[in-house]
């Protein structure tokens, strides 16, 4: 699995015990072919725009963040990645990276925090991948995986353990994992680190409690992560599809957030309305440029900004070549992050400004008034009083959120400042 902090694990067919896999009639375990869907997931190196291997995939996993050691890192592509997810037609969940081994009190700051920020819908998955950093305690390892999935399932999302097998046998008790949640398991084992356009059963990984099996490194279209979801797990937070407003597919989601609004807001919008600065995605069906060359298999199912609009011809940036309307998804209505701060961790009215319109209040002057409804607002979030007063108290559950020291008052500058600045242009609430 691609992350910041990129660990390739490659599971050859030495390690497998293919010979043991029940495979009858196309079933793995008694689980029917017809059950299972294949997708990606999706972290910093697929883009903002993200990367699926075929047409066909049916969902995307995507990587909010991490704990590194002692430390938080976001990924700013996910919310884009979400959003782009929906906006195919295709359903979308969420992973965290865990290497902080057997550090609870870590995780239970960090992953509260990361939690808050999901924008997959409430039931979908929120996996924690758990391969790197392990402490040398296999009950300490296991009691902070089942810390977070068991925040996770308190939040409203299903828990799911990513690894690879020897990690997993070396590391972490999978018994006592898959006791309180059965059939939690995404296992990664690669045939090989070729391209792969399919999973081989052949070489189906021997495990107890497997829902997802990540087959391949380098999937479809490559440079992807390839995954088949054996017991229909990815429908969790899904009410399956229905016919959108433009005659196509649209995913039907449990609840709402912003990225799948915008995601859902751009597989409503009818091609015509295609112009510039809109994101775009190349089909795979499409096979010539308005100017009659053949489009490279490299280019299809990538996503690029319109540049210009002619008639029923788009300029795509980068590639700087016109296609057809038709040939063309719609992924994204306008440019994400439209309003942006500097981070420099002083609270002055270009941050109120930003905070006003990432929490949709109705007056945005870039003022606090005393008591304010923004504040308000963020006190509802926080879990705090909600008088409207921006004291101690408030500030102290900010500082908790953004994981740093928790002294009640805005420093000059001011670390959760600066988290709430971040926040903003990643075009997120920070609480």
Avoid: C
């Amino acid at each position: 699995m691609s992350k910041l902090k990129k660990v390739k694990f490659k599971i050859f067919s030495s390690i497998i015990l293919a010979v043991s896999v029940l495979l009858i009639g196309g079933a793995v375990n008694g689980v029917s072919a017809n059950s299972q869907s294949y997708g990606v997931d999706n972290s910093v190196y697929q883009g903002s725009n993200g990367r699926f291997g075929k047409s066909s995939d049916q969902f995307n996993i995507a990587q909010i963040g991490g704990i590194y050691n002692s430390s938080v890192k976001y990924q700013n592509t996910y919310n884009t990645q979400v959003q782009y997810t929906i906006a195919t037609a295709r359903r979308a969940h969420t992973y965290i990276f865990l290497a902080d081994g057997a550090n609870i009190s870590r995780t239970q700051t960090y992953v509260a925090q990361m939690l808050g920020r999901v924008q997959t819908p409430k039931g979908s998955i929120v996996a924690i991948d758990y391969e790197s950093g392990a402490s040398g305690s296999v009950s300490g390892n296991t009691d902070n995986i089942l810390t977070a999935m068991n925040m996770i399932k308190q939040a409203g999302y299903t828990p799911m353990f990513y690894s690879y097998k020897p990690y997993l046998q070396a590391h972490v008790d999978s018994n006592r994992i898959l006791a309180q949640y059965p059939n939690s398991l995404w296992i990664a084992s690669y045939k090989t680190t070729k391209v792969q356009q399919s999973a081989d059963f052949n070489y189906f990984p021997t495990f107890n409690g497997v829902a997802i099996w990540q087959f391949a490194d380098n999937y479809g279209a490559g440079n992807v992560d390839g995954n088949v979801d054996l017991l229909s797990i990815t429908k969790k937070g899904y009410d399956g599809t229905t016919t959108s407003a433009q005659g196509g597919k649209a995913v039907v989601t449990n609840s709402s957030t912003q990225a799948i609004k915008a995601g859902q807001q751009a597989n409503n919008t009818p091609k015509s309305d295609i112009s510039k600065g809109y994101v775009v995605k190349v089909n795979y069906s499409a096979k010539h440029w308005a100017t009659g060359q053949s489009i490279p298999s490299s280019i299809k199912g990538q996503s690029y900004t319109v540049a210009q609009v002619s008639g029923s011809r788009i300029l795509l940036s980068n590639v700087n070549s016109w296609i057809n309307r038709s040939d063309v998804e719609i992924l994204a209505t306008n440019k994400p992050a439209t309003y942006t701060v500097n981070v420099d961790g002083y609270i002055g009215s270009k941050t109120i400004l930003g905070l006003q319109k990432r929490y949709g209040m109705r007056w945005q002057d870039g003022k606090l008034s005393a008591p304010s409804a923004l504040v308000k607002v963020m006190q509802k979030h926080l879990g705090v009083k909600q008088d409207g007063y921006m004291g101690p108290h408030t500030i102290k559950a900010m500082e908790r959120v953004a994981g740093v020291t928790q002294d009640g008052y805005f420093s000059n500058p001011s670390s959760v400042v600066k988290y709430i600045q971040r926040s903003i242009n990643g075009g997120v609430k920070p609480f």
